[in-house]
């Protein structure tokens, strides 16, 4: 026989539950979230109106968008989170979803979903469901996500009448997943759930009392603690090296640099860690990718470091971040290292070490302190722009601001440009965000959308500069829309050469990505920009200083030669071991030129 709530548990423990919409706006506050990106529908217009008094809903201008916005969140908050309607609104997101997935960025799905009561054998109008089918399928989105590797689940109604419904609590624990592990997750909501009466929740003090759930349970630390100081206080020239799970862990990334400037240890990271360090610093060698590698550290780290303490790489080693499997990565290979990968949760084995050794008996090193180049002169002489001195014009540009760059880098030529430039301090603890490989084009104005919110969170007036080509610029300057509404002070150089050219194998049509007459400048000045065009250095650092001071959104088109002469260092030294190895004769010895025709280079 049916019974209410109330007559079950009586009516002071029913005024007491919350609906679940209110329970899950506290949820995502708890977690740290102020806002949340989108797009509206119909399935989720319920859920909107639920979370609105909690934290700000914010519009995006298409589904994928969203989910690189809240990627981008992610990278520098607890949890990124990302909403849209059943189906067609979540299915959109799935390319952002194998970003999280691949960054291991703590990204939370949202997708309004059908009622419960609506399920039945009639046919939604949001399903993936062909008029042939002989059945309905209501599991397309959860079954693309999970196709992934992501954890996927809707939320679940009342299941007996004098029982309130747990959806709070599955969520709490679909959270809590995603902020532990990592780890991007995917919500199905029901509409007819956000109003109805859900289990209370107590949630501990803080958050950061989550992560105390489960203690190390692994044993040994101080034995590898003594391996460590024996081989610093053996070694005259040590090197430590910072992998890139450090950047999604800034307790135990300060650690680390406190403890090495205390011994006077120099340090670097990887490219997928680049702008998580000062590279001003004067203990930074920068951002080390092998033989690709343009940085004053580099003869330090592969001709004279005696010993490396490599902290927080990745398991496995990724092409990219590793010299391209060329084995030109001196700290792969070398001799005398230890590494301690932090295979604990949120490295807590790595932050136990590093307790032991500040408190061990080190021999302070003479605190090091790297040759830089010499100081370029304030007025170099002005030169044709390309790929090729893009970042050193940048950097000599940017000695002259208030406040340093964030610089969000588009895939592409851009991006190779960009590991060049000097990554400084930043308001928001990130100087450098970029989706380093996996989603290809299209990431970087959604980035810069939760960088600019993150930003003006803090109150912090530091500039963006986004790199990109024409052919990632395209697809997706419908969010510039979104950066007009937000005032955001952010200037995009937008190299134009009109074809996709890195990678460029031929002259089939698909690698034409504009129209000579497309004009951006005008395009930047229907969303309340300022354009600019630049031919040479001198020309780009005057438009990057008049954009400083004035402000506001600005986009400095740069007409862009593909001749090699001006292409970047590391995108030509990609090339040309592309071209090793695809078996071409003259790669192959430009190849080994460049190695130095080193037993390594193969």
């Known amino acids: ?55 700000d809903v914010l519009p995006s201008s298409n589904e994928m968008h969203a989910g690189f916005s809240a990627c981008a969140q992610a990278e520098l908050n607890p949890l990124g989170v990302c909403m849209t309607t059943y189906t067609v609104g979540s299915l959109p997101c799935v390319s952002a979803a194998a970003l999280a997935r691949t960054e291991g960025l703590p990204v939370v799905f949202i997708s309004g979903a059908p009622g419960e009561n609506e399920v039945n054998s009639h046919v939604l109008h949001h399903s993936v469901h062909p008029h042939t089918a002989w059945n309905t399928d209501l599991d397309a989105a959860l079954n693309a996500f999970q196709a992934l590797g992501i954890r996927a689940e809707r939320l679940q109604g009342q299941r007996q009448s004098g029982q309130p419904n747990i959806a709070a609590e599955q969520c709490l624990k679909l959270l809590t997943y995603a902020y532990l592990n990592r780890q991007p997750v995917f919500i199905e909501i029901p509409r007819d759930l956000i109003f109805q009466p859900t289990q209370s929740l107590c949630l501990p003090g803080h958050l950061t009392q989550l992560a105390k759930v489960q203690q190390l349970n692994l044993s040994g630390a101080e034995l590898i603690a003594q391996e460590i100081v024996t081989k610093l206080n053996k070694a005259d020239s040590p090197l430590v090296f910072l992998g890139e799970k450090l950047r999604l862990n800034t307790d135990l990334l300060a650690k680390i640099i406190t403890f090495c400037r205390k011994q006077g240890l120099p340090y670097a990271t990887s ?40 902290l927080g ?84 540009a940017q000695r002259e601001l208030a406040k340093p760059y964030i610089f969000v880098p588009e895939v592409g030529s851009a991006l190779f440009a960009s590991f060049e430039l000097d990554s400084l301090g930043c308001d928001i603890g990130r100087s450098y965000l970029a989706n380093p490989w996996y989603a290809a084009m299209g990431t970087s104005l959604p980035y810069v959308r939760a960088i600019a919110d993150q930003l003006a969170e803090t109150g912090s007036s530091q500039p963006i500069l986004v790199l990109t080509g024409d052919g990632g610029f395209n697809f997706q300057a419908n969010e510039l829309i979104s950066l007009q509404k937000q005032g955001a002070n952010v200037t995009i150089i937008y190299m134009r050469n009109n074809i996709f050219h890195l990678g460029k194998a031929g002259d089939a049509p698909v690698y034409a990505c504009n129209h000579k007459e497309f004009d951006p400048r005008l395009l930047i000045k229907a969303y309340g920009g300022y354009g600019h065009l630049c031919v040479t250095t001198g020309q780009l650092m005057d438009s990057l200083a008049q954009s400083a001071v004035r402000g506001g959104l600005h986009l400095i088109e740069v007409p862009t030669s593909i001749d090699s002469e001006y292409q970047s260092e590391i995108t030509k030294k990609l090339n040309t071991y592309i071209g090793f190895r695809n078996g071409v004769a003259e790669a192959i010895s430009a190849w080994n030129n460049l190695c130095g025709r080193r037993e390594s280079c193969h």
């Open 271 to 310: 490219w997928f860690g680049k702008g998580m360090l000062d590279e001003s610093d004067p203990l930074c060698l920068g951002s080390y990718n092998g033989v690709f590698s343009e940085l004053d550290g580099q003869g330090y780290i592969e001709s004279v470091a005696d010993y490396v303490l490599e």
């Open 1 to 55: 026989m049916a019974t209410s709530i109330e007559k079950n548990f009586g009516d002071e423990y029913f005024r007491q539950l919350p609906q679940f919409g209110d329970s899950l706006g506290e949820l995502l506050t708890f977690f740290g979230v102020k806002r949340t990106y989108g797009v509206g529908g119909d399935f989720v217009a319920n859920l909107i109106n639920a979370l609105e008094p909690h934290i």
């Open 313 to 396: 790489t990745a398991i496995s080693p990724s092409d990219t971040n590793n010299a391209f499997g060329s084995q030109t990565h001196a700290v792969d290979s070398h001799p005398n290292k230890t590494m301690l990968k932090g295979t604990s949760r949120w490295e807590q084995d790595i932050s136990v070490v590093m307790d032991i050794l500040q408190s061990s008996r080190l021999t302070p090193h003479k605190l090091f302190s790297e040759p830089k180049a010499g100081v370029e002169s304030p007025k170099p002489k002005s030169e044709m722009l390309g790929y090729h001195n893009l970042a050193s014009t940048i950097n000599l």
